[in-house]
């Protein structure tokens, strides 16, 4: 079988969108490019999950192992004591949650409840290690220092 023209956009099975491209199949140039949406690096490299309206992303208490950034719908962080309930915030689209677990190695300080259907991308802790490290130590030590003011107020009366 002869190679595709370069440009050649296929529509085979092998066209998933998300996709690499592969050595044989190159991304479109030139004008067919710019009608296509743009991806962001982070939309490529970052796995998506879908949530119902009413879904638990996660519960207090869990180890903390991702963190979300909200793509479409909308979040509640919910922190539970004893019978009570205190909702602590809306994430909306753009909006990031569960990153504290990953800062400071604490449990989930809430639930998180998928308010409407969402879509989120997920960001594993071993992808949020890496670019903390990668930050200068002075904002490393404000995170931190954030995060544990955020938990101390949290569990305030």
């Not at 050595?23 to 962001?40: C, D, K, V």
């Not at 190695?105 to 290690?129: G, K, N, S, W």
Request: with cysteine; charged share 25%.
């Amino acid at each position: 079988m002869a190679a595709d023209p370069p440009g050649h956009v296929s529509k085979g099975a092998d066209s998933q969108e998300g996709a690499a491209p592969s050595a044989e199949r190159r991304p479109a140039s030139g004008p067919l490019r710019a009608h296509r949406p743009m991806q962001t690096d982070a939309s490529r490299i970052l796995q998506r999950r879908s949530f119902q309206a009413g879904a638990l992303i996660f519960a207090q208490g869990q180890v903390g192992t991702r963190a979300y950034v909200v793509e479409s719908g909308e979040v509640e962080i919910v922190r539970v004591q004893g019978h009570n309930r205190r909702p602590l915030g809306k994430i909306g689209p753009g909006g990031i949650f569960g990153e504290m677990a990953l800062i400071d190695d604490q449990p989930r300080m809430a639930d998180a409840i998928a308010l409407t259907a969402c879509t989120c991308l997920v960001i594993t802790r071993e992808q949020f290690r890496a670019k903390l490290e990668a930050a200068d130590p002075f904002v490393q030590g404000l995170l931190r220092i954030f995060v544990r003011n955020i938990r101390s107020m949290a569990d305030a009366p």
